[in-house]
């Protein structure tokens, strides 16, 4: 049977551009993960998942591949990822690279081959249709980073598709010479050492072949069926996996932007052998208007029952068939102590809480790079933003199409924008915060006077040493691997809580998610020689302070 080493893992996130940096040219490198090797060991995490570091023009940040097999400059050479690999399984750390293969850039070499004509090997790499009668687009698809989806080539004559920016053209999976290539690069990651893979919006991979309009055009690109979940994306999948997944044991986590739970089922049943686990955005879902033109960016405060229900309703159904993916924070959300919590007077405690009502879940907990410190959202300005999403967002919606405005935009892009989780690492109280000798190449957080790794590992009330006991449970106790989940208390308002039992074993998980004191009679049958862990000292008062999370045994 292949080893399903995830189960019992939990798995770092390394955004490199703003990890550690160490030649001094202000963007993080591969050597500057390598240095910080014990660092995460000491963290206790089994495996790293490192953001797109192959050569790339960045216009998002590496999401926009040039060459698959190439290391960028900017962040070292194939040999340092070998060394790194190397070393990280010195450690007994693996590695999983990000594999994104719904796109490339448009400076990939398939892409400029493949516009130069319409009848050579790289013609059909790419999704290029002809004009409507009167030259506009061939659909009113539009772009994640706004605009239509589709651009016009003036050497081609034709439109290609681009999901995401002008200069990230969509792939075509229809064409089996692009699914080979991408497999073939695997394969040469696996011969460099790769343990697995991320894979970026993989749910995008497959498109409905008739182009039909958009039903409603001012929605982004989300329509389930249309543009993601596509009528061959399954099949792919498949594929994929018989080709490299399973033959090199590689293990892979896919991105399901729109996937409900029973669509994530087929996605990761091991039956039908596709993914082994799929990141969902419905919980990260919870603090947005509904059905509101404006996106992600019509914010609300969070509903904590939604929350409990998603994350419920994804326990529950992928029960007995299929394996969670955990997470709050990554490269694409905000700071969960100031997106959710309270970062000005509990960020010690709500960055705990959320921490444990996670890592107490079923599934494999994913912790993104300052996270494990409590490193919290900048409040920029908008003219210190960098992320293209940010921008053109900003482009479509508040300036084209003004259906936000500006101050409205700018509280959102404060609270939720992807650049929130950009910022580079906080290391200690020095210069740049020990990122860096030089200017990094984008904004420190102001506050990393106060939040760093130095100073919050030396504090009395260290966030990283309560991560570090919740990784040490998750490796220690069957109990949460294996254990059966329960909701309970589903409709209050502030407390998240739940069970997990294994045999004649019972925890209860418990979490106030609110800055207000609250009742929670379920406490009156433990006392402090049922504490597992906490983020208080015990009182034996039956309530719940600020943000205080318990995990108890019966
Ligand atoms: O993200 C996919 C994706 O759906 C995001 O663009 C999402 O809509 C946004 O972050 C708000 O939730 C992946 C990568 O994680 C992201 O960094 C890339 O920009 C994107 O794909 C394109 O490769
Ligand atoms: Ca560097």
Redesign the pocket.
Known sequence: MKSEWWKNAVIYQVYPKSFYDTNNDGIGDLSGIDKKLNYLKSLGIDALWISPCYLSPQI??G?DIADYRKIDPMFGNNDDMKQLIVDAHQKNIKIIMDM?A??TSDESIWFKESRKSRNNYFSDFYIWRDPKNDGSEPNNWGS?FGGSAWTYDETRQQYYLHY?GKK?PDLNWENPLVREAIYDVMRYWKAQGVDGWRM??ITSISKNQDFPDNPNPHQLRYVVGNQDNGPRMHEFIHEMNQQVLAPFSMMSVG?A?SSKSKDARMLVDPKREELDMVFT?EH?HVDRKPGDVNG?WAIQPIDIVQLKKTLANWQDNLNGHGWNALYFE???RARTPSRWGDDKNYRYESATAFATVLHGLKGTPFVYQGEEIGMTNPKFELADYEDI?LKTNYQKLVEQEKTISKADFLKAAQKIS?DNARTPMQWNSSKNAGFSESDPWFKLNPNYQTVNVERDMNSPRSIFKYYQKLIELRHNEDIFRDGDFKLILPNDRNIFAYTRTLKDQMWLVIANLSSWEQQASCLNDYDKTNLVLGNYDFEEKGTLRPYEAMILRK
């Open positions: 998002d940040n999401y994104v719904n796109h994640n995401y990230q970026d919006v991105e932007p955005f990260m992600r990554n490269h694409d999403e992807r």
